[in-house]
C-alpha cells in the first residue's frame, strides 16, 4: 500500500532531550530542561506522578530515594514514594546533589513549572505519565493543568508540539477519551492486532530503540502514526535510528544528537 503522505518519515528526526539534558545536568529538573532547550532539543520528555495532595510531581522514579537527598532529611520515614508524600515536603528536596555539589539546591518541579518554561519557547513537550494505575484522578489532573496556562494548549496543539505518552495503554485510552484532541502515544511494541486498534486513534507507538527494527516502523507509518525510540545516547546507535526511520529520538545529549541531524 503506498505509504500516506501525513506518514512519512521525518527528516530531520525531532531530537528531544530525554529528562532534560540528563547526561550533564540533573535529570527531570528546571536547569536540565533549559539545558536541553538550549541545546537545541526540538521537544523535552518529562515524566510525571502524583502526590498524596493531587500535585504533579516531575520525577522518573515512583520514589524520591534516588534523585534526592531524601534519605538525610527522611532518614526515619518507610514511605518515601511519591504518591505518599504532599507536595510541600517534595518541594524541600534537594533535586540536584545527586548529580553533583555544584547542582546543590536545585528543586523538584511541578508540571505546571514546565509548561511555564516551555510555554514561551518553541519547544515541545512529550509528557510520559509514570504508572497512572497508582494514582486516580491523575489524568482529570493533567488535563486541568495543561488548560490553566493561558495559550498554552491551543498553541501547542497547533504546532504538533504536545504529546502523552505512557506506557500503560489502559491509561492512554481513558486520557484520549477525556482530552481527544491531545495527541497520545503508546510506549512498547505493540503485536500487529493492538497495532491497528491503535491506528485508529493513537498518533505515536514509542519503542525502544532495541525493539525499532525497520519493518515494525514501517508498519507504524503505514498505520498512519509516528514513532519516536528511547533511548540512544551513542552516536553510531544515533545513526542507526534514523536509517530504520525513527520521526524522533529520544536523547539524554540532545547536544550530540543535534550535531548528527545538522549533517543530515
Ligand atoms: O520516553 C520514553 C522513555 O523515557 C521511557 O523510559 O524509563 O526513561 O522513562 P524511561
Ligand atoms: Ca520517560
Known sequence: AAVPESARVR???LVIAHRGAS????ENTIPAFIAGIDQG???IETDVHMSADGELIIMHDTTIDRTTDARTLYPDRTDRSIAGMNAAQIATLDAGSWKGEQFAGIRVPRLAEVLALVHDTRTGLLLEVKHPERYPGIAEAIVDSLRALPNYL?????AGMLVVQSANWAFISEFHGL???IPVGVLGRPCP???QDFAEWVDQVNPEFCAADPDFLTAIHELGMSSLVWTVDELGEMERAIDVGADGIITNTPDRLVEVVEAL
Not at 547526561?23 to 540533573?26: H, K, L, Q, S, V
Not at 491551543?154 to 497547533?158: I, N, V
Open 179 to 181: 482530552a481527544p484532541e
Open 41 to 43: 532539543a526540538d521537544m
Open 23 to 26: 547526561a550533564d545536568w540533573p
Open 11 to 13: 527528516v530531520p528526526p
Open 154 to 158: 491551543d498553541r501547542a496543539l497547533a
Open 193 to 195: 492486532d493492538e497495532l
